[in-house]
Every structure is written in C-alpha cells, then in structure tokens.
Antibody, heavy 118, light 108 residues
C-alpha cells in the first residue's frame, strides 16, 4: 500500500534552515506529483508546495515562496523540502502527501513537527 | 486567489442525526475543483469526496457532497461515532491548492 514517511523535523532557531524528507513507497513514484501541507498547532491545513511527477514544475504558497524549495530524487523515491529563513509562524506539523488527481491530495503521511523558536 | 470560508466553525450533533457543513468560495468555482477531507484527532487528513462525483474508496453512502457556484455542502446523513472529526473543503486553481479553515463536528 502507499506509504509516505516524513522525517527531519525538530526545533530550530528563527532565521535558520531545516530540510524535511518524505520517503515514498507502494506506488510508481515517478508517475505522481507530491505535496507538502502544514498545520500549525490547533489550526487548519495550509498547502505549502507541490512538485510535479518529473520535477519539472514546482509551485509554492505565497507565504513560503522564496524561502522554501521543493525537490525530488527519483533514485531514492524521496521528496525534500528545504526551508530557509525560518520564522516562528512556520511552526507546524508538515505533511507530505501524494497527488490523488491533479486537483486533490491523498494519501498523506503522518507528519513531522517543525518548531521555530529561540 | 480563491478564499474558502467554512461554516459553522463547530457543529454539535447527536449520533444518528444529520450534519450539514457549508463551504463558501470568494468567487464562483467549478465543482470539479472542490474536494472535502476529514481529519480525526492525532491523524493525518484523508480525502472523502472530490469533483462532481468522486468518492474515496469505501466511503459510506451517508456522506454526500453538493453545490455549485460559490456554495458547497458536505452532508452526513446519519452521524456515526467515527464521523466526529474536523472537515475541510479544498479548492484547486491556477496551480494553487487552497483549504477552508475547517468545521469541527462534535458530539452533542
């Protein structure tokens, strides 16, 4: 079955960087886009970024554009989210999720918590 | 950019009763690009209903989606204990995926 496992979360100081990983299995990785969606503590869902099946297209929410970079390594079935210039408001659980259709997102991993704090 | 506003914020419903959740878009959108998700405490969200007739595999018939233009509805006809959760609507457009702020369905 489809499995998405996030890693790389932790506590980081404001202004520093962190890289999240999403290891995928159970499906033809190179055929699907992958998303990152985050959820601040006690808050709703916020879409962050998407990378197309072949990595040729990348899209970002305005809130992270210019600071976050999404990439993928098909040899490792892994997607990355490089997060630079982190702010307190980036504190959230970060989920990676598979493209279900072009317009929808499913299934999701269990998430990794990123805390930006001094 | 489309903004989705969900109401109410919290819906208190007894098991066995009907729940009606609203999702309003800031401008007219196609139902093809509107989806609903469920998130239970401590779990990741999961897709329930999408597009004009798409349903997640195994989704019970008590869940249904409807609407057009700017007003969309998720209806749960007879709430079961496992249905108490937070529900999000989501829109896709111009390579952006946008979520509503969610409606929490709690036990009355």
């Amino acid at each position: 079955q489809v499995q998405l496992v996030e890693s790389g979360g932790g506590v980081v100081q404001p202004g520093r960087s962190l890289r999240l990983s999403c290891a995928a299995s159970g499906f033809a990785f190179s055929d699907y886009g992958i998303h990152w969606v985050r959820q601040a503590p006690g808050k709703g869902l916020e879409w962050v970024a998407q990378i197309s099946y072949d990595g040729s297209n990348k899209y970002y929410a305005d809130s992270v554009k210019g600071r976050f970079t999404i990439s993928r390594d098909s040899s490792k079935n892994t997607v990355f989210l490089q997060m630079n210039s982190l702010r307190a408001e980036d504190t959230a659980v970060y989920y990676c999720a598979k493209e279900h259709t072009v317009t929808t997102i499913d299934p999701w991993g269990q998430g990794t918590l990123v805390t930006v704090s001094s | 950019e489309i903004v989705l506003t969900q109401s109410p914020g919290t819906l208190s419903v007894a098991a066995g009763e009907r729940a009606t959740l609203s999702c309003r878009a800031s401008q007219s959108i196609s139902s093809r690009y509107l989806a609903w998700y469920q998130q239970k405490p401590g779990q990741a969200p999961r897709l329930l209903i999408y597009g004009e007739s798409g349903r997640a595999t195994g989704l019970p018939d008590r869940f249904s989606g409807s609407g057009s233009g700017t007003d969309f509805t998720l209806t749960i006809s007879r709430l079961e204990p496992e249905d108490f959760a937070v529900y999000y609507c989501q829109h896709y457009g111009s390579s952006l995926w946008t979520f509503g702020q969610g409606t929490k369905v709690e036990i009355k």
